[in-house]
């Protein structure tokens, strides 16, 4: 049977997503394309409105052909709109969502007993709960490995669903942490992505996310990589800014900074300044040679006025943001600010958000252009196509034609950047 996982959100989804295609691989079945596939499983997201309009467009494809399977965040709040899309769709709230992890055995045997596929995923009654279950050691659609190691988030942001969907958070033990990445360096990665809904709020009661890279680091060889998934500011500490100094840790961050005016963040209920984020910024840049630095920035929030949009434009332009995931504001329900009056009207908010995306874009090619005869580190994914340290997707250019290893790190001199490729010497 032909098995198809598609993924919306953060890169928290991608990591649950990789664990459960991995449990499906294991017991024999295909991870196949959407379009063969019998069954598709979809890792749903609540962000924005687009992504549930998404999420809804793609249900709706996908259940002319398959069985569909909906879980994250978007089936959790709103299942009953989930369900009415289709009569081939099942939901499993997130809270549920670990059970997945056994549905490949579970379908196998009554498979096997002679039951429709339809059949057998509502006869699946069992139920997991536990959000750290999702313990892949295998990828099946990246090269570095993805460790869950937090989720849920207590900051309860203004325009934000996701903490209601995801409840409070949670941390996995560090020994658990430390266990899981060490069995990864044994199965041959060189990478593993750190990952949670609100990563810096990891163990933030006892020695936070900055203490549990130091023991990482401790124990993981040379040939190890660390890479930090989505840092929320408020939570960044010089603890952790200080083991960005090791150069296992990628040269690659990314900052949900939404807006650069203290008056907007306040109104939004996000619990930091807007200096303590130039101040992780400057940190980070004194630690690696120009890294990556991303950032989402949300347009037209309540409150944003010229004056405020002005502050946020000039901190980003001031700032050489790498790249700028830019979101016009989006009214959640549930949401503190869903009933605001002070927000810009809609055509002041997307001509903000062009703009922004149009700053973004030069941004990324003088960030581009600045690779140029670097010499730079390179994952190998497929073929000859790698991402580097800093994050840039490259064509990875051996001697004499050879095709790099898989999930093996190569060392070499950027000699083209449209598009960018780089030259190893062996």
């Given at each position: ?101 056994s549905l490949a055995s579970h379908l196998e045997r009554l498979l096997a007993e002679g039951y429709e596929l339809h059949d057998a ?42 903490t209601i969907a995801r409840g409070a958070s949670v941390s996995l033990d560090s020994e658990e942490v430390l266990k899981r990445a ?169 001509e903000r958000a062009e703009l922004l995306r149009s700053l973004s874009q030069v941004k990324s090619r003088e960030y581009l252009s ?57």
């Amino acid at each position: 049977m032909n098995v198809y996982i598609y993924t919306l959100g953060c890169r928290l989804n991608q990591a649950e997503s990789e664990a459960i295609a991995d449990s499906f691989a294991r017991q024999g079945f295909t991870l196949s394309s959407s379009s063969d596939a019998d069954l598709v499983i979809v890792n749903s997201c609540t962000v924005t409105t687009k992504a549930e309009q998404k999420a809804r467009r793609m249900i709706r494809l996908f259940a002319k052909h398959a069985e569909v399977i909906v879980t994250g965040c978007y089936a959790e709040l709103d299942p009953d709109e989930v369900r009415a899309l289709s009569g081939r769709v099942t939901v499993f709230s997130l809270k549920e969502k670990a059970s997945l992890l056994s549905l490949a055995s579970h379908l196998e045997r009554l498979l096997a007993e002679g039951y429709e596929l339809h059949d057998a995923i509502k006869a699946f009654t069992y139920r997991a709960t536990d959000p750290f279950a999702f313990d892949a050691s295998s990828f099946q659609y990246h090269s570095r490995a993805y460790l869950k190691i937090q989720d849920g988030c207590d900051n309860h942001c203004g325009y934000c669903r996701t903490t209601i969907a995801r409840g409070a958070s949670v941390s996995l033990d560090s020994e658990e942490v430390l266990k899981r990445a060490l069995k990864l360096e044994e199965e041959g990665f060189h990478e593993i992505m750190l990952t949670g809904v609100n990563l810096t709020m990891y163990d933030h009661e006892g020695e936070g996310l900055g203490g549990l890279c130091e023991k990482l680091l401790s124990h993981l060889g040379n040939g190890m990589r660390l890479r930090l998934s989505s840092m929320e500011p408020d939570h960044v500490d010089d603890r952790l800014l200080d083991t960005l100094e090791d150069e296992r840790m990628q040269p690659h961050f990314h900052i949900p900074i939404q807006s650069a005016s203290d008056k907007v963040l306040r109104l939004a209920s996000r619990r930091y300044s807007i200096s303590h984020v130039d101040y992780i910024i400057s940190r980070m840049r004194k630690a690696k040679d120009d890294p990556f630095i991303a950032c989402d920035v949300i347009a037209g929030l309540p409150g944003e006025g010229d004056d405020e949009f002005r502050e946020t434009y000039d901190f980003l332009s001031s700032h050489d943001f790498a790249a700028m995931h830019v979101f016009p504001y989006s009214p959640r329900p549930g949401t503190a600010l869903y009933g605001a009056k002070d927000k810009p009207e809609e055509r002041v908010r997307d001509e903000r958000a062009e703009l922004l995306r149009s700053l973004s874009q030069v941004k990324s090619r003088e960030y581009l252009s600045r690779q140029m005869g670097k010499r730079l580190e390179v994952l190998a994914e497929r073929g000859a196509e790698g991402t580097t340290g800093n994050y840039l997707k490259a064509r990875i250019i051996l001697p004499e034609g050879r095709i790099p290893i898989s999930r093996m790190l190569y060392k070499g001199i950027v000699t083209s950047i449209e598009p960018l490729e780089i030259t190893v010497e062996v």
